[in-house]
């Protein structure tokens, strides 16, 4: 999978997963962090989300908190985790 469909796929996933009603995946810009002042997501979200990336695309997060932060950053930092995991 390439990063491009990769950043698709997590935007519909987040929309979904997260039941974004007023966000549509197009919305949600790739490098826009998705914590704090980005989408504004909290830390239930963070699970959930987690949840939903690791079902759709069979990868498993890292234990270490800092590492998960980084790969959480963004739609981008999310979908470069993803595809080097399924290189």
């Known amino acids: ?9 997590i935007k519909e996933i987040i929309v979904s997963s997260l039941d974004l009603e007023d966000v549509s995946p ?3 810009e790739t490098d826009a ?3 704090g002042e980005g989408l504004g997501l909290d830390s239930i979200d963070a ?7 690791k079902k759709a695309f069979g ?14 950053r963004s739609v981008g930092s999310l979908a470069d985790f993803v595809t080097s995991a399924n290189a």
């Open 47 to 53: 699970l959930e989300l987690g949840m939903a990336i």
């Open 26 to 28: 197009a919305e949600i």
């Open 33 to 35: 962090p998705l914590f």
């Open 1 to 9: 999978m390439d990063r491009e469909t990769a950043v698709s796929r």
């Open 59 to 72: 990868v498993t997060f890292s234990k270490d908190p800092a590492e998960n932060k980084r790969v959480f």
